[in-house]
C-alpha cells in the first residue's frame, strides 16, 4: 500500500511566521504535488516536483516555496504567513508507470 | 485556460437512487480524467478513471462516461448507499503538462437514508 504521510494534521501558527510543511511518501515516486482545499474551490495546485531537486509552479504559487531535497520528501514553506493562507493543505505523490495520485491526509493549517 | 467546472455543488439523494455529477473541460486535446472520492475527515482517494480513447468504464455501482466533442465527462452512481455520501472531485490532465491535474470545484453528495 502507498503511504504518503504528513508532518501535522493540525497547526495554528502566527502572522509573519515562516511555516514548514513537510510530506513523506515510502514508495519510490519521482512525482510530489502540494494542494491547498478551499470550501467551494476544490483542490488547487501550489507547486510541484517531478524529480528530486526538480520544481515547478502550479496555479497558486505566490507566497509559497518548495523544497525537495530527497526523493521521498516534499516540504512546503510559507516564507511570512498570512491569513488568508488558512486552508487545509494536501500532499500528494505519484509514480511514472501509474497516473494515480495518492494524497497524504492533509494539514489543517490556521494562521492568526 | 486549464479549466474543470463541475456540477452541481452539492447533491442530495435518496438511498437507493441514482446520482449523476457532471464535469466540462476546456482543452479537447486532454486525455486523462479521474475521479477522486472524499469522505468527511479523510483524503482524496481515485475511485475510477477513464481515457480519452474509451467511451465509458464502469466499475461496480459506478461508471464514468465521456463525451469528447462536448469536452465533458461524468460519474454515474447506481444504487447509492450511506458510504456514497462524500465530495467527490473530477479532473483532468491537459496536454500542456503531463504532471498536472486541474481539479474540480467538487461536489458534496449525501444519500438520505
Known amino acids: 500500500d502507498v503511504k504518503v504521510t504528513q508532518s501535522s494534521r493540525y497547526l495554528v501558527k502566527r502572522t509573519g511566521e515562516k511555516v514548514f510543511l513537510e510530506c513523506v511518501q515510502d514508495m519510490d515516486h519521482e512525482n510530489m504535488f502540494w494542494y491547498r482545499q478551499d470550501p467551494g474551490l476544490g483542490l488547487r495546485l501550489i507547486y510541484f516536483s517531478y524529480d528530486v531537486k526538480m520544481k515547478e509552479k502550479g496555479d497558486i504559487p505566490e507566497g509559497y516555496s518548495v523544497s525537495r531535497e530527497k526523493k521521498e520528501r516534499f516540504s512546503l514553506i510559507l516564507e511570512s504567513a498570512s491569513t488568508n493562507q488558512t486552508s487545509m493543505y494536501l500532499c500528494?505523490?505519484?509514480?511514472?508507470?501509474?497516473?494515480?495520485?495518492?494524497f497524504g491526509p492533509g494539514t489543517r493549517l490556521t494562521v492568526l | 485556460g486549464e479549466n474543470v467546472e463541475q456540477h452541481p455543488s452539492t447533491l442530495s439523494v435518496q438511498e437507493g437512487d441514482s446520482a449523476v455529477i457532471k464535469c466540462t473541460y476546456s482543452d479537447s486535446a486532454s486525455n486523462y480524467f479521474p475521479w477522486y472520492k472524499q469522505e468527511l475527515g479523510k483524503r482524496p482517494q481515485l475511485i475510477i478513471d477513464i481515457r480519452s480513447n474509451v467511451g465509458e468504464k464502469k466499475d461496480q455501482r459506478i461508471a464514468v462516461t465521456l463525451n469528447k466533442t462536448a469536452k465533458h465527462f461524468s460519474l454515474h452512481i447506481t444504487e447509492t448507499q450511506p458510504e456514497d455520501s462524500a465530495v467527490y472531485f473530477c479532473?483532468?490532465?491537459?496536454?500542456?503538462?503531463?504532471?498536472?491535474?486541474?481539479f474540480g470545484a467538487g461536489t458534496t453528495v449525501t444519500v438520505r437514508a
Open positions: 500528494a505523490s505519484r509514480g511514472v508507470v501509474t497516473d494515480t495520485q495518492y
Open positions: 479532473a483532468a490532465r491537459f496536454p500542456s503538462n503531463d504532471y498536472k491535474l486541474s
